[in-house]
């Protein structure tokens, strides 16, 4: 349960409603003996809560602490409010899709000015890594939400089974590790406790205690650029797009970002001066005079929320040390450009969600959770660069950085060629994992949530035939069986780790488990116009694929699972 309370960043905004949360006092406190639990997740944001909900699906106890009582930030900030395809479809996954689809705002189109010249446009359906999902490019919606929608499921979960126990003003004052272990000592309002795990996934931020206790390394970066955001609802609202200036010339030709999200309220970024004064940038007086220059003199607006912000750019150079597990941004901290973020954290979470329920069901060695390493840190490093590029962009300096944006801006007025190089960010799509040892180099991407049909003629998509596989691996058979290969797929599912289905275009189903995929968006999905089968994993990424029923589709498997 939860009570809703209003928090401030400044009294002269009305903020937003978050919920809060009782504290409980944890068992250790009652004098009863302490097990040691499989999982312990530091940080009940949004990827700890995304990890801590997947865990609850696929039957894997764990133990969520968070030293706050609430969801969000202190001062109640909109904070990531861009969330991409490839998080909608692991929210569809998780059970909250349809909630946020129904409070956020979906969108697909964007368009960038120079001044008053729209140098670039897009629309996100029109590439392939976008166009063959149930789930739209992006939906807008402020993260409090989101991480209030997973507290919610875990919560609805936990009546069916309680496997999360999630403890809210908990936190974590001291660490230590060994071989089979992972030791945490915990602070309350009632008093201090041990706590001991089997694996410890840090989720709590930036900031984290944790990277020192380990001896974690990083590459840290912290830039000039300041910005300053501002949460606006209008009486008279502006076009709903998603617009993007590189040189505004309401805010002194510096960069400004307009998005329309939940509740009829506008996030509007404001780039400031290197030397700017954030407490002068956010008052209301100057931001009201801000809102003018861009709206016009009669803008009639109330403010959500104001606050500045700078960023920087940071990545861990491993993240896993022992038996403590980096997600989010403890494992890396990106500019917002892209929104390479929050998106990450939950495709963080997802990645090492399945593994580490495949070892605790036996079904795969401790060897399998080295690959987490392996997968996100290439994602991780891969969205720093990518991100990095476009704030060197976006302030870009004198000398030859800054004569290549203008003269990208100013061809980009006169000629289409030139609108791509436009660099406002690159928008976030699921990563490959091209370095991995648990897929091969036919893999290692993610297959878009497709629609299907059940041979019952109801209707469906890839996200319930992966709930219908219950976070064990799937395997996807492409056309018509022979009789051997019928066989081979009924020895098949006697195997714990893998299910089986066989996926038709128009024919008729051969075996029980079987889909229809009336356009071949699913096959063309998986890049399987020339495959038999796709091994597809809980996480929705194919580890291999193949032609043949064979002794291939015997080693993917085994490879896929760390067993050799």
Request: hydrophobic residues 40%; contains cysteine; proline residues 5%.
């Amino acid at each position: 349960m939860s009570t809703v309370a209003k928090r401030k960043s400044d009294a002269a905004y009305p903020a937003y409603q978050l919920p809060t949360y009782p504290f409980v006092k944890p068992p250790e406190l009652h004098g009863r003996p302490a097990p040691t639990y499989p999982v312990v997740i530091v940080g009940a944001g949004l990827s700890g809560l995304t990890l801590a909900c997947r865990l609850a699906q696929l039957g894997v106890a764990a133990v969520l602490l968070d030293e706050d009582n609430t969801v969000g930030v202190k001062g109640a900030s909109s904070r990531g409010i861009c969330y991409t395809q490839q998080s909608l479809e692991i929210f569809s996954r998780l059970g909250i899709y349809d909630r946020i689809a129904a409070k956020g705002v979906a969108w697909q189109t964007g368009r960038t000015f120079a001044g008053d010249d729209e140098v670039f446009s897009f629309d996100l359906r029109e590439r392939q890594q976008f166009s063959h999902s149930v789930q739209p490019p992006f939906i807008n919606i402020q993260q409090f939400y989101v991480e209030m929608f997973l507290v919610e499921r875990i919560q609805a979960l936990n009546q069916l089974q309680p496997l999360i126990d999630l403890r809210w003003n908990n936190r974590v004052t001291a660490f230590s590790q060994n071989d089979v272990a992972v030791i945490l000592q915990v602070q309350t309002p009632a008093g201090s406790y041990r706590l001991q795990a089997q694996h410890v996934i840090d989720a709590s931020g930036s900031h984290t205690p944790f990277h020192a206790w380990v001896g974690a390394t990083m590459d840290s970066k912290r830039g000039d650029d300041r910005w300053c955001i501002a949460d606006v609802r209008f009486k008279h609202t502006p076009p709903a797009e998603r617009h993007t200036w590189i040189e505004a010339p309401f805010n002194d030709n510096r960069a400004v970002w307009q998005h329309l999200m939940a509740d009829d309220v506008w996030r509007i970024d404001y780039q400031m001066a290197p030397d700017a004064d954030p407490a002068y940038v956010s008052r209301e007086d100057v931001v009201r005079e801000r809102l003018r220059k861009q709206f016009g003199p009669n803008v009639d607006c109330e403010l959500v929320w104001v606050g500045p912000y700078a960023y920087k750019s940071q990545c861990l150079h491993q993240l896993r040390h022992g038996r403590v597990f980096f997600i989010g941004d403890t494992a890396k901290v990106v500019s917002p450009f892209g929104a390479r973020g929050g998106n990450t954290g939950i495709a963080d979470a997802d990645n090492l969600a399945w593994k580490l329920a495949a070892v605790s069901r036996g079904h795969a060695p401790p060897a399998l959770l080295g690959s987490y390493n392996q997968e996100r840190l290439q994602a991780a490093q891969r969205n720093v660069q990518v991100t990095n590029r476009t704030a060197k962009y976006l302030r870009a300096p004198p000398g030859a950085q800054r004569l290549f944006r203008d003269a990208t801006i100013g061809l980009a007025k006169q000629h289409a060629f030139a609108r791509p190089l436009i660099n406002t960010g690159r928008m976030a799509e699921a990563n490959r994992y091209d370095l991995s040892d648990v897929c091969d180099d036919s893999g290692g991407f993610m297959v878009q949530n497709t629609a299907l049909q059940f041979t019952d003629q109801t209707l469906g998509s890839l996200a319930d035939l992966m709930g219908w596989a219950n976070g064990h691996l799937l395997l996807l058979v492409f056309g018509e069986l022979g009789r051997k290969d019928i066989a081979k797929l009924q020895s098949l599912n006697a195997l714990t780790c893998v299910r089986t289905v066989q996926v038709v275009h128009k024919k008729s189903p051969q075996v029980a488990e079987c889909v229809i995929d009336p356009h071949k968006a699913l096959r063309h999905a998986c890049h399987a116009d020339k495959s038999t089968w796709v091994l597809l994993r809980p996480d929705a990424y194919v580890a291999a694929k193949g032609k043949s029923l064979n002794a291939q589709l015997v080693n993917a498997l085994a490879m896929s699972l760390a067993l050799h």
